[in-house]
């Protein structure tokens, strides 16, 4: 029995506009799923002690297990539909145990391919950054075919989960929808969410929580502007208004999860800490930390 193990992430800054070309920035965070894998007489996925579908798992990997059957066990710390990249981490972690199980050692790029594969199945037009965040580890900042990984020190975030769940797709043909009647609006937003995902990026770089709290809290109006806010995300934020430096959505929206940077000292009783900037799959799988450059040409 071979085992694996993938962090979830969280987006900071720029998701669904990364969708339609912008950068965004994203984060590993200290949850994980671990697939446990050992040969079989059919393809098994178990996940909560259930036999589960997952066809676009078994489809993906293929490219490692060539038409050899394989039993997956499925260990979770993250909620599905909960815009924490679960469904990434998922097939990041299957994909390195089965690679392990038989002996192949996938270089990143091809287990990005392999993920993003699974990954197109579930949400149509992924822009990969969840997969990025999850191999790749740290903090990223990321756009379709370009990846930074940032170097910085982890920093803690409240999550706070809005117990709604939703479907990555669904809000994702929203917002083409908001697109395409507010092109010109849309656009500029596009823009302003690149600049900010880059400069978070800076600011993280640099410590600054407070900045990266600022453009926090100007991303989640542009995604209520564009439709994939919900009230009770809402309600939240307002909750942990000024005890946070920014507080927003992350991942898809309509529902999912809050993320906010609390101030020190600030007597939160909601939600639970991660830690973000933890390593990555391909770091805790293979002991190797990715090299920034090495990552940028991986990806691209
Ligand atoms: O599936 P989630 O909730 O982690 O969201 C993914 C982020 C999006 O920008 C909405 C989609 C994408 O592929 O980038």
């Given at each position: 029995m071979i085992e694996a193990r993938a962090p979830a992430k969280i987006i900071i800054l720029g998701e669904h506009f990364v969708v339609h070309g912008s950068h965004a920035l994203a984060a590993s965070i200290d949850r994980y799923i671990t697939v446990t894998a050992s040969y079989h007489s059919s393809d098994v996925l178990i996940a909560s002690g259930k036999a589960v579908k997952a066809e676009h798992i078994f489809n993906s990997v293929d490219k490692i297990t060539r038409g050899r059957h394989v039993k997956l066990i499925v260990k979770s710390q993250v909620p599905n539909g909960a815009g924490l990249g679960s469904s990434a981490a998922l097939s990041i972690a299957s994909t390195i145990a089965v690679s392990k199980l038989f002996d192949v050692k996938p270089d990143p790029s091809l287990l990005f391919d392999i993920s993003m594969e699974a990954e197109k199945y579930i949400h149509?037009?992924?822009?990969g950054v969840d997969v990025a965040a999850s191999l790749y580890g740290g903090f990223v900042l990321f756009k379709r075919g370009e990846l930074r990984i940032i170097k910085a020190q982890p920093i803690r975030f409240l999550v706070v989960d809005s117990r709604q769940r939703r479907i990555t797709g669904n809000l994702v043909s929203r917002v083409k929808e908001f697109m395409e009647h507010n092109p010109e609006l849309f656009a500029s937003l596009v823009s302003v969410s690149d600049l900010m995902s880059i400069k978070g990026a800076q600011a993280i770089e640099n410590g600054n929580v407070e900045q990266v709290g600022s453009y926090m809290n100007v991303t989640q109006h542009f995604l209520e502007l564009i439709g994939v806010s919900t009230p009770k995300i809402k309600s939240i934020i307002e909750y942990l208004n000024g005890k946070v430096f920014g507080a927003k959505l992350t991942g898809a929206g309509g529902g999912g999860c809050v993320i906010a940077i609390p101030r020190i000292g600030n007597g939160l009783k909601s939600g639970y800490m991660v830690k973000a900037g933890v390593d990555g799959a391909y770091k805790i799988n293979y002991g190797k930390q990715l090299e920034p450059s090495t990552a940028a040409d991986d990806v691209a």
């Open positions: 149509r037009n992924p822009s």
